[in-house]
């Protein structure tokens, strides 16, 4: 059975520039299903219930009541029928890009060395003028839901906070993941998008981010390849527990409610996958838990370049996009968590203040735009068969987002996942000035003062307005 996979949004470009532990095994054909309790616990006699069925279960969520179970596919209908089940459905997991970037060489470490190079942060800062109001504390922190963060990079660990958390279990990704030992002390970043976040936020050393004196801490979900939806609900209900003010999370998806199909495309046999009902309400669920734990969610639209307010847009788009893998969809689909309530959801801009050409939008669905890079130029040289000299002339450096990378390093790179930390930021601003506030405060201070406000049209692109930390801060 073919499951489901989301995508963490980032676009990135590669150059050479320079040189809790697993349920016991169980059988290979077994599924991954998602299972929703209707109150926010787990019956204590749920795994026993669960092996009756030749099942095991592989994770819990009790704060939201949610569960992940692997078990044979002609168990999946029992599971729906389990004393206290509201709901079940195949997992929905969250997949990595391709790791592919622009790795910047030859860097003095000297303090804000990169600076002239950081046309986003100089952007969103004024120039650097909203510092002298403001660059934050560590009073107030930032938690980083994504790939964990650079333990030791120069321009991260002064802000670093202890309390960072791993939250990949032992074997990683369907026990695919060898390397992944489940210690929850191993935060540290392999892949880099996690920490080029971070630096956006609270870089402070060669790079600045927009708060570079802001508490940060990882809240490790994904490993070498994807996570899963279980994962991301314990980082965020870790965090939210752990009194982060602020939630960043650079990563979604697309949930269906209404029917998935596989399609045999040797013998045209039609399977009925089920939906995403149980991860969608659980979004809901620790979304809420987190808010009224006091902590703010940002998240990222994504980088399909769609109308994610339009739910036929977006299941002609999944359907157009998974249907050469014999994937079929019919109802709704759903961005999240960036449809959730409750959630800050932040489209991406390019160096002219136009909606970056991968970024998705819509009228109610975006709520603010922050600069995450553009790829038009990227775009053309590359369909003009001129990729060679768009690197070459550095092209990369007037449309793409630096900051910081694993192995204390730095890279260009572009994606929502570029504008959301940057809403985090400007808010983590806000609480440090005013004072720690409810999300609901907090969200309207945030589109009343941070923003240069757009009307009319303009709002399906844009939400409030255009991410602005010197406004805020005055």
Avoid: C
Avoid at 141 to 156: A, K, N, Q, Y
Avoid at 182 to 198: C, I, K, L, Q, R
């Amino acid at each position: 059975m073919k499951r489901f996979f989301a995508i963490i949004f980032t676009l990135i470009l590669t150059v050479g520039l320079i040189q809790p532990a697993l349920a016991a095994p169980v059988k290979p054909q077994d599924e991954y299903y998602s299972v929703l309790f209707t109150k926010n616990n787990i019956p204590a006699n749920f795994r026993k219930q669960v092996t009756a069925l030749g099942g095991a279960v592989v994770d819990e969520v009790p704060e939201i009541g949610f569960a992940q179970v692997k078990a044979p596919p002609a168990a999946f209908p029992k599971l729906k029928l389990l004393s206290g089940v509201s709901a079940a459905s195949p997992s929905l997991s969250w997949s990595l890009p391709e790791s592919k970037r622009i790795q910047a060489s030859g860097v003095n470490t000297g303090d804000a060395a990169l600076w002239d190079l950081q046309w986003d942060i100089k952007r969103i800062t004024n120039n650097g003028k909203s510092y002298e109001l403001g660059t934050g504390s560590h009073d107030v922190v930032v938690g980083i839901i994504d790939t964990g963060i650079d333990r030791d990079h120069p321009d991260l660990i002064g802000n670093l906070l202890p309390g960072s958390k791993n939250f990949v279990p032992k074997g990683g990704f369907e026990g695919k993941e060898p390397t992944e030992t489940g210690d929850p002390n191993a935060f540290d970043d392999t892949n880099g998008h996690g920490s080029h976040v971070a630096g956006s936020i609270a870089g402070n050393g060669a790079m600045l981010g927009v708060a570079p004196d802001t508490g940060i801490r990882a809240y490790r979900v994904f490993g070498t390849s994807s996570a899963e939806s279980a994962w991301i609900f314990e980082a965020m209900i870790a965090a939210a527990n752990d009194g982060v003010d602020v939630i960043s999370m650079s990563l979604g998806g697309f949930d269906v409610i209404g029917q998935a199909f596989y399609i045999d495309l040797e013998t045209g046999e039609k399977i009925p996958l089920g939906n995403d009902v149980a991860d969608f309400t659980a979004y809901k669920r620790v979304v809420d838990y987190v808010t009224k734990k006091g902590s703010l969610v940002v998240a990222a639209a994504g980088n399909d370049a769609i109308n994610a307010a339009n739910k036929r847009e977006v299941m002609d788009y999944l359907n157009a996009e998974y249907g050469g893998d014999g994937l079929y969809y019919v109802g709704a689909g759903f961005e999240v968590p960036g449809t959730i309530p409750g959630v800050v959801t932040v489209s991406a801009t390019g160096p002219k203040d136009v909606l970056a050409n991968y970024s998705n939008y819509g009228p109610g669905f975006i709520d603010i735009a922050a600069v995450g890079g553009d790829a038009r130029l990227y775009d053309k040289y590359a369909m003009e068969g001129r990729f060679d000299e768009y690197i070459a002339k550095r092209l990369y450096e007037t449309e793409f987002n630096l900051s910081a990378s694993e192995d204390s390093g730095w890279y260009w790179s572009i994606g929502t996942s570029m504008a959301t930390p940057k809403v985090s930021a400007v808010a983590a601003l806000l609480i440090d000035k005013h004072g720690k506030m409810s999300p609901a405060k907090l969200e309207d201070l945030l589109y009343k003062k941070g923003v240069d406000g757009v009307k009319g049209k303009d709002s399906s692109y844009f939400g409030s307005g255009h991410l602005n930390a010197l406004k805020a801060l005055q």
